[in-house]
């Protein structure tokens, strides 16, 4: 999926041209990385989209892991992606594959 581009600011990234037009590009990690960090309610538009991974990653017990997976889940289906495998065990590096 191709979108506006994004610095870790948050700030929309403009063309390499200089033309003050926004840098379009393949966008579905950048898509993934905001899900998983916005709360439910950061998107007016769709207020039970997104997963707070920092309420999850806070608590050590292996519920809370299994919760986070069924969450990012279904988020991620929200967003019409199709997720083939999710791995959550190691919260520092969580694997996610799959497309829109």
Same mark, same amino acid.
């Given at each position: 999926?191709?979108?506006?581009?994004?610095?870790?600011?948050?700030?929309?990234?403009?063309?390499?041209?200089? $033309?003050?037009?926004? !840098?379009?590009?393949?966008?579905?990690?950048? &898509?993934?990385?905001?899900?998983? *960090? %916005?709360?439910?309610?950061?998107?007016?538009?769709?207020?039970?989209?997104?997963?707070?991974?920092?309420?999850?990653? $806070?608590?050590?017990? !292996?519920?809370?892991?299994?919760?986070?997976? &069924?969450?990012?889940?279904?988020? *991620? %289906?929200?967003?019409?992606?199709?997720?083939?495998?999710?791995?959550?065990?190691?919260?520092?590096?969580?694997?996610?594959?799959?497309?829109?």
């Amino acid at each position: 999926m191709k979108d506006f581009i994004m610095d870790d600011d948050l700030l929309i990234v403009t063309d390499a041209l200089g $033309n003050g037009d926004f !840098a379009i590009n393949v966008a579905d990690q950048q &898509n993934i990385e905001h899900l998983l *960090l %916005s709360q439910k309610g950061s998107y007016k538009e769709f207020p039970i989209l997104g997963v707070g991974i920092e309420k999850y990653i $806070n608590s050590p017990d !292996a519920t809370s892991r299994l919760r986070l997976e &069924n969450e990012i889940d279904k988020q *991620l %289906s929200y967003d019409n992606f199709y997720v083939k495998t999710l791995d959550v065990n190691d919260l520092q590096n969580i694997k996610i594959d799959g497309n829109y």
